[in-house]
């Protein structure tokens, strides 16, 4: 019989009868027949599934990633079992933003889902390999009494800013940073 919703075979238990099961923990096994009638039972339990975390590009150059409470690099993960919740966290370096979820169900083959929430949560029925995809963040540039070249940069980029024509009898006196890293 196959098991019920998140059970997976465990072991063979003799509950009658005089014999000796070749491998208990084989889901297929052997015995030799005794001179008595046999009783053996299956017996289940809950299915552990792989829950796999990793970057799209292969390192922590562009951030971490947390299973629950866990924090993890660029390429691991653990078992969980059938139907517990699983907590997972995109964590961006400095400089880069997260961008979605990529998931696959086998650790080969396509990407069959994506997911832009993080954290996420999921209820664990199967294996998932998580790929966290990040990119370069893009910042706002705000200028009060002047303009600048650009509205949006990444980190890195050369921005060029002017200052308004100061009111009659003013001059320009020096920039303030009223908010950010620069």
């Known amino acids: 019989d196959e098991p019920e919703e998140g059970k997976e075979f465990d072991r063979w238990v003799v509950v009658s009868g005089d014999i000796i099961l070749e491998d208990a923990e084989s889901e297929e096994t052997t015995f030799v027949m005794g001179t008595s009638d046999v009783e053996v039972k299956a017996t289940y339990k809950t299915a552990r599934h792989w829950v796999g975390v990793f970057t799209m590009t292969g390192d922590e150059t562009q951030g971490k990633i947390k299973l629950d409470d866990r924090e993890f690099g660029y390429s691991e993960g653990i078992n ?5 919740s699983v907590i997972i966290t995109a964590q961006a370096n400095p400089g880069y933003r997260f961008v979605k979820w990529n998931i696959k169900y086998t650790s080969e083959g396509d990407f069959a889902a994506s997911n832009t929430n993080n954290p996420a949560t999921y209820t664990i ?3 998932y390999y998580f790929y ?4 370069p963040a893009k910042y706002t540039v705000t200028v009060i009494s002047g303009d ?4 949006e940069a990444f980190s890195g980029d ?3 800013i002017t200052a308004d024509e100061p009111e009659e009898g003013k001059e320009f006196d020096r920039w303030v940073v009223v908010r950010g890293d620069i």
């Open 125 to 127: 029925k199967n294996d």
């Open 80 to 84: 969980y079992d059938y139907g517990s």
């Open 132 to 135: 966290a995809e990040f990119a």
């Open 158 to 160: 050369v921005v060029t």
């Open 148 to 151: 600048a070249d650009v509205a």
